[in-house]
């Protein structure tokens, strides 16, 4: 079940790569710059979980630069 938490963190992954389909970052630079945050700022883990959600119905993808995780829309 998806709470609403998670539901705005992937609302707002999915809003920033229709507007930027070229875009990649970190987890933890989509939970700062991508999702805005109404009033406190939630956990990472829930962009964590979101961004796991999408990937798993195959909207976003990640690879490895490094030891860094980057996260992207699927190019599939």
Do not use: C, Y
Request: proline share 1%; net charge negative; aromatic share 8%.
């Amino acid at each position: 079940m998806k709470n609403k938490f998670i539901e705005h963190a992937i609302h707002a992954i999915q809003a920033h790569l229709s507007a930027r389909p070229e875009s990649a970052d970190t987890l933890e630079g989509i939970h700062q710059w991508w999702i805005r945050h109404d009033g406190q700022e939630e956990s990472i883990a829930i962009t964590e979980q979101a961004l796991q959600q999408l990937e798993d119905i195959g909207f976003v993808e990640s690879f490895s630069i490094g030891n860094r995780k980057i996260w992207r829309r699927s190019r599939q």
